[in-house]
């Protein structure tokens, strides 16, 4: 599990280090020159840069720190230059460097480049700049220029000369909008950026993209996208969130000496991994609501994994109530998407026709009421309205009737207990009581900016889109249901943590791949019945789970490519197979 430190934490660990004379700065700014070498000396030896191959949002987490007290480098991907041995004579950076310090951090990294060989530049954006670290840059043979002496369209122009960029300009601390005149000059570069394309530098964060909301992801204003954020001493939950994840790049966090980080590196893949060797600090209960995101590990000790002794009912019952006559699709992927991860039975309830053709393409499904542990509600069923069909109004009495369980209203007419169930599309316009947390919504951002409205709140779909995490979680709240918030990076939110997911393509933006996503979480949902009801938190870290199986088998039928729903749901079980042998 990889977990984000609000600014206000990491400012809580860093004192008694500060205090106890834990050289810091001099570990984050030997880290970001390495970094930042590393990937300068890639070209010249003949290798792609691996900022042009980075996903979005990958995280990966160097380790603990060398017998030097600078953080360890034994790890690197194999066939990547190392580090300051590499020979990057000859070319440029150009340091954004403001008053505090994250500024102190890119002049000591530029000191390191300088030393290297490279030519280094640092812009200074205030009168202000971190004393020591402008010594240390200037004795190294750095040279410092000053907005007044650049001005703006001069500092474009050097970026586009440069071989790398880092961007130092504000840390945790800083709130709301960038402030004149970084926040003209970071305009002007990000739009000169987009211009510029393949052309434009490599650019690299300095802790964070200067600009973005720390602890909500906001974009409040002008950021300068990164390819890569160098973090130091924990993620925070501003590179995990959406929409400011989209411009932290592929996110490397070093080790400085935080107690919750240091321990043994771990390569899986192109994450790094860190088991945690020390205690972490205080405010990680699950009442507190961190940021997190979860990984393949994590899944495979949620995933139900059934024994010789189980059977079809004790490994979970889903019952699937989707799609109508107008759109049968959606029953045959969210019944798909239940089969093929591993149920004991899936049953669907719905139009005959189109139970006929759930039949034909899952022939294991039971079209037939009956015992249930969980439901699926509302894939494919429209919202209610004037213009409904035959069929909607069926769908939408048997969505009710499933809802009286789910609440535990009248629950011994439905199916004889409380369960759990995940409500989609039409179903979030059938919800008449609070519901519990073992409830899941999944809602893309119009829908949940449909919900929100019709619970007084005045926002739209791109309102939700610039702070999704303020709207799952005031959505939690108005309605007590975890909340699942599809998108390139899905937000889920219920009591407890909320989960940050980017495990998918780009590709997986397609139609009724939802649908499959809803049926995958239904399976989950079912075989952990009894548990999701005792336990407030399970359901959103199911939730979260299988948001990670739906985007790594996205990204498996994919394979760089289009990608159909069906496809997804197809490799579901490939997918379940490798985390539960993992």
């Known amino acids: 599990m990889k977990d984000a430190w609000s600014s206000d934490e990491v400012r809580k660990a860093e004192e008694p280090l500060i205090a106890a004379g834990e050289p810091l700065m001099a570990r984050a700014a030997y880290a970001l020159a390495r970094a930042v070498l590393r990937e300068v000396a890639a070209p010249r030896a003949g290798r792609v840069p691996n900022h042009r191959l980075s996903r979005p949002s990958a995280v990966r987490l160097r380790g603990s720190l060398g017998s030097d007290g600078l953080p360890g480098t034994a790890r690197v991907r194999p066939g990547r230059a190392t580090g300051p041995r590499a020979d990057v004579r000859g070319a440029r950076a150009l340091l954004l460097v403001g008053p505090g310090n994250n500024g102190g951090d890119a002049l000591f990294a530029g000191a390191h480049l300088a030393r290297s060989g490279m030519t280094v530049t640092a812009v200074l954006t205030s009168a202000r700049a971190h004393e020591d ?5 200037r004795a190294a043979g750095g040279k410092v220029l000053t907005l007044a002496d650049a001005r703006v369209p001069a500092v474009v122009q050097a970026a586009l000369a440069s071989d790398v960029l880092l961007d130092g300009l504000v840390g945790v601390g800083a709130r709301g909008a960038l402030r004149p005149p970084a926040g003209g000059l970071v305009r002007t570069l990000a739009e000169a950026r987009e211009k510029a394309g393949e052309r434009w530098p490599l650019t690299v964060a300095v802790d964070i993209p200067s600009g973005i909301g720390v602890d909500d992801g906001a974009v409040p204003g002008p950021v ?48 790094w991994g860190v088991a945690t060797g020390r205690h972490a600090m205080s405010g990680t209960d699950p009442a507190s609501g961190r940021v997190r995101r979860m990984e393949p590990a994590d899944v495979a000790e949620l995933w139900p994994v059934p024994s010789p002794h189980d059977h079809k009912y004790t490994r979970g019952v889903v019952g699937v109530i989707a799609g109508t006559s107008t759109y049968p699709g959606a029953a045959v992927l969210a019944t798909s998407g239940a089969v093929l991860a591993g149920p004991g039975m899936v049953r669907y309830l719905g139009p005959e026709a189109v139970g006929a053709r759930v039949l034909l393409a899952r022939p294991e499904v039971v079209v037939a009421g009956g015992r249930v542990q969980a439901w699926v509600l509302g894939p494919g069923v429209p919202a209610l309205g004037p213009d409904d069909g035959p069929d909607d109004d069926g769908q939408a009495r048997r969505i009710f009737g499933a809802l009286a369980a789910v609440t535990g209203v009248l629950s011994e007419d439905v199916t004889g207990g409380k369960m759990p169930a995940v409500i989609d599309a039409g179903a979030l316009t059938m ?17 949940l900016a449909e919900l929100l409205q019709g619970l007084g709140h005045d926002v739209d779909r791109s309102a939700v889109e610039a702070q999704p995490l303020r709207w799952v979680r005031t959505a939690h709240q108005a309605t007590g249901a975890t909340v699942l918030l599809k998108g390139a990076i899905t937000v889920v939110a219920g009591p407890g943590d909320v989960y940050a997911q980017a495990d998918a393509p780009a590709w997986t933006g397609t139609a009724g791949s939802g649908d499959v996503l809803a049926g995958l979480l239904g399976t989950l949902l079912a075989g952990r019945s009894a548990d999701v009801v005792a336990d407030e938190t399970l359901a959103a870290r199911l939730a979260a789970a299988a948001v990670l199986v739906h985007g790594r088998a996205a990204a498996r039928a994919s394979a760089g490519g289009p990608v159909t729903a069906l496809g997804i749901a197809r490799a579901v079980p490939a997918v379940v197979a490798e985390l539960v042998r993992a």
């Open 431 to 447: 919800l008449e009581h609070r519901l519990p947390a073992w409830a899941v919504l999944t809602p893309h951002a119009g829908e």
């Open 224 to 271: 300068l996208r990164a390819d890569r954020t160098v973090t130091f001493g924990a993620l925070k939950p501003g590179l995990l969130l959406p929409p400011a994840a989209h411009l932290a790049g592929d996110v490397e966090l070093v080790d400085v000496g935080f107690p919750a980080v240091a321990g043994a590196v771990g390569w899986s893949g192109s994450v």
């Open 133 to 137: 670290g402008l010594a240390a840059f």
